[in-house]
């Protein structure tokens, strides 16, 4: 396990649940576990926020619908004032490739939804974020999942393909990493 002699972690995604027993998952859940008891910024792009969630208590479920493609997310009141999301105008369109959310960590506050899944972006203290959306991703990313056959089954299941370029969010991901970067500078 790498020490977290970091200024911060970002925790990305990946096709397994984060109620895998797998063995590097395992790793990263304790890592991120660690990272919290540190004092550690902490950023989770969906399976990472999923880990996060987990690793501060709160439950990792199936989601009721499969939310994958280009979905619209709602800030709230909160989420408005945040100072990752300053600048983010709400609506927004972001990238979303997930079959499984959680429940809001034990003092977490809410900051994001859309329509297929209630929490899609929360804080807990001054720095530890989980966004279930994927900011990060780029036209050739999408394309590239789109292909792996561990994703063909979701593939499968859309009523349409996906438009890998239907949205340019690389402003939007640039935002977001610089703002939360200014949470503990």
Request: net charge negative.
């Given at each position: 396990?790498?020490?977290?002699?970091?200024?911060?972690?970002?925790?990305?995604?990946?096709?397994?649940?984060?109620?895998?027993?797998?063995?590097?998952?395992?790793?990263?859940?304790?890592?991120?576990?660690?990272?919290?008891?540190?004092?550690?910024?902490?950023?989770?792009?969906?399976?990472?926020?999923?880990?996060?969630a987990k690793a501060l208590?709160?439950?990792?479920?199936?989601?009721?619908a499969l939310e994958i493609?280009?979905?619209?997310?709602?800030?709230?009141?909160?989420?408005?004032?945040?100072?990752?999301?300053?600048?983010?105008?709400?609506?927004?369109?972001?990238?979303?490739?997930?079959?499984?959310?959680?429940?809001?960590?034990?003092?977490?506050?809410?900051?994001?939804?859309?329509?297929?899944?209630?929490?899609?972006?929360y804080r807990v203290g001054?720095?530890?974020?989980?966004?279930?959306?994927?900011?990060?991703?780029?036209?050739?990313?999408?394309?590239?999942?789109?292909?792996?056959?561990?994703?063909?089954?979701?593939?499968?299941?859309?009523?349409?393909?996906?438009?890998?370029?239907?949205?340019?969010?690389?402003?939007?991901?640039?935002?977001?990493?610089?703002?939360?970067?200014?949470?503990?500078?």
């Open positions: 396990m790498p020490a977290l002699g970091h200024s911060g972690l970002v925790v990305l995604g990946g096709p397994m649940s984060a109620n895998d027993s797998l063995p590097g998952l395992v790793d990263e859940l304790a890592m991120i576990e660690r990272a919290l008891d540190r004092g550690v910024p902490l950023l989770g792009i969906c399976l990472g926020s999923q880990l996060i208590g709160g439950r990792v479920y199936r989601n009721g493609g280009w979905e619209t997310v709602h800030l709230t009141d909160a989420g408005r004032r945040d100072p990752v999301f300053q600048g983010i105008e709400s609506p927004a369109t972001f990238f979303h490739w997930h079959s499984e959310t959680f429940d809001l960590p034990p003092g977490a506050e809410w900051l994001a939804w859309s329509e297929k899944t209630r929490y899609q972006a001054s720095s530890v974020y989980g966004v279930q959306f994927h900011p990060e991703v780029t036209a050739g990313m999408i394309e590239d999942w789109s292909r792996e056959p561990v994703n063909c089954g979701d593939i499968a299941m859309l009523s349409r393909p996906i438009d890998a370029r239907a949205h340019d969010q690389s402003g939007l991901a640039r935002q977001i990493m610089e703002n939360w970067l200014q949470t503990f500078r």
